[in-house]
């Protein structure tokens, strides 16, 4: 049998050293997991305030609501040689919409402009933007008129966007209101 030949004091020492690592070691768990536990109540939002994401679905009938029986009431400006001319009204009657494929939908728009006065199926692509339907027109023709393209974002009764055709472009917004039935 073999006996320590350590002194009395390092004896002492060791279970005290040991216990004081335990103790610091339990420490820093316990303060990481509060540390946790306070960002992640900073981070999640308060009991009933976070409302839940909308699917596919109920996003696009959202937008298929804002553009059946739709007015678009707005500004535009025409953009030349990097400046921004004059804001002038503007509307356009949407009758309506309907999807086509997986991003290629159909608007059926009332064109008033000069003397030309026409309903339109209009092909476009939508594409979201998170919860934010952004219509995607790409050099269609409009009767009597030149290739447009357009990127127009629709959110909450509102529009905003940035078109061109020909040798000319600019930017146009407004509100969204809805024919009553």
């Not at 994401?53 to 025409?78: D, I, P, V, Y």
Request: a positive charge; proline letters at 4%; charged letters at 20%.
């Amino acid at each position: 049998m073999k006996w320590s030949t350590k002194s009395s004091n390092q004896m002492k020492t060791t279970p005290t050293l040991l216990l004081v690592s335990i103790v610091t070691a339990i420490n820093v768990a316990s303060a990481a997991t509060v540390l946790a536990q306070e960002t992640k109540a900073k981070e999640a939002p308060a009991a009933g305030t976070e409302k839940p994401k909308a699917g596919a679905e109920e996003l696009e009938a959202k937008f298929k609501a804002a553009l059946t029986k739709a007015t678009f009431s707005g500004r535009w400006c025409s953009i030349k040689d990097g400046e921004l001319g004059p804001d002038k009204e503007d509307k356009y009657t949407i009758l309506g919409v309907t999807k086509l494929t997986a991003n290629t939908w159909l608007i059926n728009a009332r064109i008033q402009y000069g003397k030309v006065d026409v309903v339109a199926p209009i092909p476009v692509q939508v594409k979201w933007a998170g919860d934010t339907p952004v219509i995607i027109v790409d050099n269609v023709g409009i009767p009597g008129g030149n290739k447009y393209s357009a990127r127009v974002l629709i959110y909450d009764k509102t529009y905003s966007g940035t078109w061109t055709g020909g040798d000319h472009g600019g930017l146009l917004h407004g509100v969204i209101t809805n024919e009553k039935e």
